[in-house]
């Protein structure tokens, strides 16, 4: 929301309380609580922020405890992340052959599932399911500990809440989420040339050589009765049959089905 | 810090706390010398827990003085206030006695630890508190609702009523007083 529209949305919700029966000038003081509370919200935000990274850069560091949340975070959500990524390159696999196979573009599916899963799906897969699982766990247990004064004895035994309980964590999270994308892709793109192998036998050093390389050489040559590649210049650009070639081409090659 | 009953280890004078316009403590005084064992007493929500997390430093007060080991709670910093923490040991609801104990604390200061306990594991509870006293030379403040148990192991008790302190004396002391509050409190904790 850009800064135009959150004043137009606080205007509209505050035209819309006074049709609703209160006076428009009554709104005015929730209108400003909602700002109040916003940069509040901002504010506290910022000062949890610097006070953890006071906590995490300053001596003494607690390993031991970093190691059991990493263990905690990393191994114990390998499974599922393992299973989200397998998920997703299947599907992936399923649901983008045919529309490819539709424009002649099969060969261009190890390509789509390598770099999909690389670059957007198995981060995003991977994030959610780590923070629906471990951001709700991380909740509760703090939040347990903090209505049975658990955190409130630990500070009193002198111990930084926030090196032990918060630093810790966010650490753990950081060191471990990057592992966990990565066994995600590599799920993602097993199980996605699994599927593939299914429909079409191709094998694994194949798959993932023309998922690395999409400009590289036709996997098969098309039959010459019945040339329907599609050509692309050296730009990268699709040249349909019967079109001219752009002015300032340098060549264009191939790709077959 | 020495263990004699020539110092004071903790030193309260007119300390006031309030949460909105909620006054929790108007105005305390209060002195627990080297090896004494007071127990607060008082009804739930009379300020008793906030007065034992103000002296830990856990929240900040108000208005007065707290003085713990001879320095001024309020104006110490967080790497100061660690250095006091660990001479004094805290428990909220038993939890952490063994961590308390551990860093051989001058004095411990006990957040209801016998509640929601059986009788006899009660019992065992102020018997520690008193064999911490005679072994290790070692006070305590015991905020409870147990005062006949309160009786057993503490050396003076300390009534608050309304943010303010009702009584103050020996288990004697107090049921013998004509306050009303008091006279009530004692009626009810004995039926």
Known sequence: MTMTHLPMFVLAATASGAMTGGRLLDQVPMARNFFVGVFEWFGDLGLFCVRLIRAAITPPYEFGELLRQCDAIGSKSLTLVALAGAATGVVLSLQTRDSLVRFGAKAFLPAVIVFSIIKESGPIITGLIVSGRVGAGIGAELGSMKVTEQIDAMEASAVDPYKFLVATRVMACVLMLPLLTVVSNFCGILMGWVANTLSEPISLRLFLKTGSRPWSSPTTSPPRSQDHSVRIDDWDRVLLPGNPHPRRHRGSRKIGH | ?191
């Not at chain 2, 004071?8 to 909620?22: C, H, N, R, V, Y």
């Not at chain 2, 929500?45 to 034992?52: F, I, P, Q």
């Not at chain 2, 660690?82 to 001058?106: C, I, M, Q, S, T």
């Open chain 2, 1 to 191: 810090m020495k263990r004699n009953g020539s110092e004071i280890p903790i030193q309260i004078a007119d300390l006031q706390k309030s949460f909105g316009e909620q006054e929790v403590l108007k105005g305390i005084s209060l002195q627990v010398k080297s090896g004494e064992t007071v127990a607060v007493l008082g009804r739930s929500g009379g300020g008793k827990s906030v007065l034992l997390k103000l002296i830990i430093g856990l929240q900040t007060p108000d208005g007065g003085s707290i003085q713990v080991a001879g320095k001024e709670i309020t104006k110490l910093d967080e790497p100061q206030l660690n250095e006091v923490r660990k001479r004094v040991g805290f428990l909220f609801r038993r939890v952490g006695l063994a961590r308390a104990l551990a860093l051989d604390p001058e004095i411990l200061l006990f957040d209801e630890p016998t509640a929601g306990l059986d009788p006899i594991t009660a019992a065992e509870i102020g018997d520690l508190i008193v064999s911490l006293k005679r072994k290790r030379k070692m006070g305590a403040v015991v905020v409870t609702h147990d005062v006949h148990g309160a009786n057993a192991y503490s050396d003076r008790m300390v009534l608050l009523h309304e943010g303010s302190i009702a009584a103050e004396g020996s288990f004697d002391d107090l049921q013998s007083s004509q306050d009303e509050f008091v006279k009530q409190f004692f009626s009810y904790s004995s039926r």
